[in-house]
């Protein structure tokens, strides 16, 4: 599913459930999980072979991938990406280095938050007259969802770009829901992408099967906008 939101030039790949039987951590990443308890090693490890798989589209061959201080997955050279995990699915997308510059994606159960305070540290008093709006226009959608699910992809492309934390209230999102998209504006001084500063990141939303799905992918700016995006309809 997650691929119905990124360009062609991603490659994603995604389960949604884990293996039967103990995990077996890949070669160079049992240090990763010497604490974990069970669940988490399940999910890491499906996740990192989603990420291998992911990685195969591309060319290339499978390799340890470690987290960093932040711990958001540390890549091969020349490559960006992403991984998310939650209840029943896990998924990851890739791409080169030289045709995106960053790649985020989130995946969520389609429910309300669990508290009504979540979506004050979440959302700021434009985006909740936003999601009121959008309750009532389109009330099978747990917008508040969708929108944390939103800053968590936009957080994940964030990242790498800036080594820096991005707090849920420094970016304003706005969604369409007739193309099933969302803008992400910046509230704070952006990155610079080759010389081209940033200042918000556009991506896309999917709710089926249970689940919220969102993504974003920021190309560079001398490769103009991408000719093979995969459309994304009414949803």
Known sequence: MIEELLPRTVATAEAFGDPAG?????????????????????????????????????GVAPVAIPYGASR????????????THCTGYRAAAVARGAELAAVGIDAEPHAALDHTGVLHMVA???ERAHLAELAVARPEIHWDRALFSAKESVYKAWSPLTGRWLDFTEAA???????????????????????VRLTGFDGGFLVREGLVLTATAVRRPDNGPDPHHRSRGPL
């Not at 958001?72 to 991984?83: H, K, L, M, N």
């Open 22 to 58: 103990a995990p077996v951590p890949f070669p160079g990443e049992e240090h990763l999980l010497v604490h974990a308890v069970p669940a988490r090693r399940r999910e890491f490890t499906t996740a990192r072979a989603c990420a291998r798989q992911a990685l195969g589209g591309l």
């Open 124 to 126: 700021g008093e434009e």
């Open 173 to 195: 999102v706005t969604f369409q829901p007739r193309t099933s998209t969302f803008s992400a504006r910046l509230l704070v001084e952006g990155p610079v992408v080759d010389g």
């Open 72 to 83: 958001a997955p540390q890549w091969p050279r020349g490559i960006v990406g992403s991984i």
